[in-house]
């Protein structure tokens, strides 16, 4: 059964900071990435998703992440936060084919003003 | 609009006793999942049903039970069984490309 790593729990950053948080997979076939938001008090919402090309995709709000196969890593990055990106991120990894999304167990970020 | 939505959004129970919990889409996708959402743990898959009439165990099914009787609706029933079900129950709608979406959350505490 695949797995999904996010190893950062609680990062804490400065307005302006670079971000990347890491998200690593166990699984070695096809798979579809994705990484979700959850603003406090919102739903669950997507940020961005990787199904096949670029592995460098492009999401809301500035984010961007890079899928890298050779080493099962999905992590995610924005170059200059702001106190609005204060949120647990989640992410998640689908067998191609298979029903089931499996998540990480989210890593919360906290931004300073 | 189009989305997901549960109700209510808190709920609250005596221990011993069953507590189902709503979920119903207009997104007119054909899968639905149930989630439970703890800190620290991420999102665990209770049920999911890829088609009406249909549903499949997840990853924590015990003291859980499901029926997909319409496309729209995915009802969870929380049973006395369920050894801890204060937690946060999340309902998601999966379109072709499976992209989730997501209602708002049920906070069920159990006293």
């Known amino acids: 059964a695949q797995s999904v790593s996010q190893h950062n729990h609680h990062v804490i950053l400065s307005e302006a900071a670079s971000l990347e948080l890491g998200c690593n997979y166990s699984?070695?076939?096809?798979?579809?990435l994705f990484w979700y938001v959850q603003y406090p008090g919102q739903h669950l919402q997507l940020l961005l998703k990787?199904?096949?090309?670029?592995?460098l995709v492009k999401g809301i709000k500035g984010f961007e992440a890079e899928f890298i196969k050779s080493k099962f890593s999905f992590n995610l990055r924005k170059p200059s936060v702001q106190w609005s990106d204060t949120a647990e991120y989640f992410c998640?990894?689908?067998?191609?084919?298979?029903?089931?999304?499996?998540f990480g167990t989210g890593t919360r970020l906290t931004i300073i003003p | 609009d189009g989305g997901i939505t549960q109700s209510p959004k808190y709920l609250f129970r005596k221990e011993g006793q069953n507590v189902t919990l709503s979920c119903e889409q207009n997104?007119?996708?054909?899968?639905m999942y149930w989630y439970r959402q703890d800190p620290g743990q991420g999102l665990r898959l209770i049920y999911y049903?890829?088609?009406?009439?249909?549903?499949q165990k997840g990853d924590i099914a015990e003291g859980y039970s499901v029926s997909r009787e319409k496309k729209e609706s995915f009802p969870l029933t929380v049973t006395s069984a369920q050894k801890n079900p204060t937690a946060f129950y999340l309902c998601?709608?999966?379109?072709?490309?499976?992209?989730?979406?997501f209602g708002p959350g049920t906070r069920l505490t159990v006293t």
């Open positions: 998640a990894v689908n067998v191609f084919g298979n029903e089931k999304l499996t």
């Open positions: 990787y199904f096949s090309g670029d592995p």
């Open positions: 699984y070695g076939g096809t798979v579809n």
């Open positions: 998601a709608s999966r379109d072709r490309t499976y992209e989730q979406y």
């Open positions: 049903s890829q088609i009406v009439n249909d549903f």
């Open positions: 997104l007119n996708h054909d899968a």
